[in-house]
């Protein structure tokens, strides 16, 4: 593929995978989640995450930050949360980056436990920050998002434990994708 000139890295291929791994997020986003209703928000605990997680472990920064950020605000968008949608974009995006970032750093390629252990959980300091930022902003106040910490907490002790093992056991076939 050439873009102006010079060949582009990203190909065809990469496109289609990201598309898919997009799609994965939104699924387990909008369809394998349970509301929690004892929050003064209505949070949502869903396995987009544990999708999130996956795709940035096995498939690297770019697509982790790509699909996060844009299946998750398709979720935002498409369920009647249309304001959160472009919080939801930056926090997610940034979460998947991150992720990708840290567990292929030092030439491991998302194959260390514990740099992806500390990714996850790093990314999921992030989460919280960012949903408690954006809560603040959109409710006028700072009293109310400390009510979503509890489920964003859940969100990501579940996301690091059905995603490092998922994420191990898948990254053993990237490789004949």
Known sequence: MEVNGSKSKFKTKDLVITALLTALVFVATAFINVRLPFLSNGGLVHLGTVMLFITATVF???????????????????SGWALWA????????????????????????????????????LSGIWMIFGYYVTEGILYGNWITPVGSIPGNVAQIVLGLALGLPMAKVLKRYVKYI
């Open 60 to 78: 690297g920064k770019e697509k982790g930050a790509i699909a996060g950020a844009v299946g998750m605000a398709i979720f935002d968008l498409s």
């Open 86 to 121: 472009p919080f939801t974009f930056v926090v997610r995006g940034v979460m998947g980056y991150m992720v990708g970032s840290i567990a292929w750093s030092k030439n491991k390629s998302g194959d260390s436990f514990m740099l992806n252990s500390v990714a996850m959980i």
